[in-house]
């Protein structure tokens, strides 16, 4: 089991920012892919911002602009910067790491999560 811990929630002003992290317990360049999710209430986690194995990113559509999402491979660390935080940003943000195993022709999704962060931005 992959181990994924997260660092950097808490409750800030609309309009502010924030620093998420997210520790690996192994080489993040082993995944083929790592990134950040968000959870609502009553709600399915929604994809906020994934960075590939070849450094590819993608963002969901309220993020992009916003948000961004780097990796430092030494320190197994993956990172997500908001800025001009809103209100229905608040959620519980998930880091995810996927790895991809291929027995035969078939290639099998695995995916790890942290704990989860809480976000609260209000005034």
């Known amino acids: 089991q992959e181990l994924l811990v997260e660092s950097g929630g808490g409750m800030v002003l609309p309009g502010g920012s924030l620093n998420l992290s997210c520790v690996a317990s192994?080489?993040?360049?082993?995944?083929?892919?790592m990134g950040w999710y968000r959870q609502y209430p009553g709600k399915e986690r929604e994809m906020v911002a994934i960075i590939t194995g070849s450094g590819v990113l993608k963002y969901g559509d309220s993020e992009a602009g916003r948000f961004t999402i780097s990796r430092d491979i030494d320190r197994n660390t993956v990172y997500l910067r908001m800025n001009n935080l809103a209100p229905e940003d608040t959620a519980v943000y998930y880091c995810?790491?996927?790895?991809?195993?291929?027995?035969?022709?078939?290639?099998?999704?695995?995916?790890?999560w942290g704990q989860g962060t809480q976000v609260t931005v209000a005034s």
């Open positions: 995810n790491a996927q790895s991809l195993v291929t027995t035969g022709l078939v290639p099998t999704r695995y995916d790890y």
């Open positions: 192994r080489n993040i360049g082993s995944f083929s892919a």
